[in-house]
């Protein structure tokens, strides 16, 4: 391909409008308080404004783009500790988007109204990935609105919030001290990007406050910090998958790796399946860097081919998805396509469409693939659509802490359930024990991209039977 037609492709990545992917793909537009006893980090005259008007428990929205008019009355309504007409608004709000997460959050924390209550964050990047917060926001909401729906915890109603770290590791640090030095906050779930997880965790490390991620998967993170856990098992345990796969099933010996070596989940994606490919008596041929000024797709396939690849693996994360989808595009299907779980979002089916079929993606779950669980039933039954790994795995994460919770309320209490031996919870993708890593001992799904409607492109992400 020239690269007239090379820039092309990407500038139509970069220009299609994109939804969240579950089994499916929703597209949707969303259309310093103090709440109880829990004072919103950072929300009193302040130091740092751009950090009051990053975190929430309902008195600002987070969520970029429209506002209905129901939801920005709630929001009102619950700065001004007016609760039962936020209540109203907010239930009205959702009336009209039912997948709206942020809705759902603030309607379960203006119900507790100023009642004692048990307060958890959560880390997102909402500002800067949006529909992916949103993915991760709807497990955590679903987790809240089922234990408050049943009595609480032990009789307390569980508080959320939320904070908007844009996968800034800096700014991740600066929340996570904001967070810290607020006794109410006894939890977070997050920050959902292993940079942003490794630069925070040390933070969260020293001020004792729990933070489990729900999709950090460096193994950088074993063994990083008592205090930091994950529910999403780590790259070793995909690339393991995709590698055994890929000699075994495949029958094919050769790859070649893109991957992004600016990111600590890239790196570590690229370096595991490297190895793992070896030990299943396969090679790596070339490493591929998509981050590089001078990249060009068309390049690196053509030298790919040149050295025998039989397999393209793409070790992308969402800052390089637009270039691996080149990739993808000029490899017109002649080479078989692998991929890590950043890959698993509906720009790739949108974008890649028929050149991306039977590429197999490597992630922690899948909706179809869950078929011991009541999890897919409840969460449709409440978004009206299925959910992504992203919105399960962040589940468990909210679960976790739910449970830790009963056992002891008190942020020392919480990590010494969690790193108890005896500590397991139920969640969307089964039983929840942490090793002494902090890692949860967990498989993983491979998914296949197949022609389908269920996602409204044309294409969908099928469990590999």
Known sequence: MSQKNETAVLALALLLTVGIVGGGVWWFTNGGAKIGNTIIP??????????????????????????????????????????????????????????????????????????????????????????????ILRGIAQAQNEINTSGGIKGVPLRVGIANDDDNPEIAKQIASSLVSNSEVLGVVGPITSDSTLAAGT????????????????????????????????????ARSLANYMVRTLQKKNA????????????????????????????????????????????????????????????????????????????QKRLTLLAGDDVYTAKTLEIGREQAVGMVVAVPWHIDGASKSDFPQKSRQLWGGDVSWRSALSYDATVALIAALERNPTRSGIQQALASSDFSATGASGTIRFLASGDRNALVQLVKIVPGSRSRTGYDFEPVR
């Open 256 to 331: 070649v790796v893109f991957f992004n070596s600016q990111s600590n989940y890239s790196q570590s994606l690229k370096s595991e399946f490297v190895s793992s490919v070896s030990l299943e008596g396969g090679q790596v041929s070339s490493e591929f860097d998509l981050s590089r000024a001078d990249f060009s797709a068309a390049k690196s396939l053509e030298q790919a081919t040149k050295q025998g690849a039989e397999v393209l693996m793409l070790a992308a994360n969402t800052e390089t998805l637009d270039k691996a989808l080149q990739v993808v595009q000029i490899n």
């Open 203 to 238: 933070i969260y490390t020293s001020g004792q406050l729990v933070a489990i991620s729900p999709t950090s998967t460096s193994v950088k993170i074993s063994n990083f910090s008592h205090y930091v856990f994950r529910t999403v098992p780590s790259d070793f345990m995909a």
């Open 42 to 135: 950072g929300s009193e005259p302040a130091n740092n404004p751009s950090l009051q008007d990053r975190i929430s428990l309902g008195d600002k929205t987070l969520t970029p783009g429209a506002v209905s008019a129901a939801k920005k009355e709630g929001i009102q309504a619950i700065a001004a500790k007016s609760y039962d007409k936020a209540i109203a608004n907010f239930t009205d709000s959702l009336k009209l988007n039912r997948n709206d997460p942020e809705a759902l959050i603030f309607l379960n924390n203006a119900r507790i109204k100023s009642s004692k209550s048990y307060t958890i964050m959560a880390s997102v990047p909402i500002g800067t990935d949006p529909n992916t917060s949103l993915e």
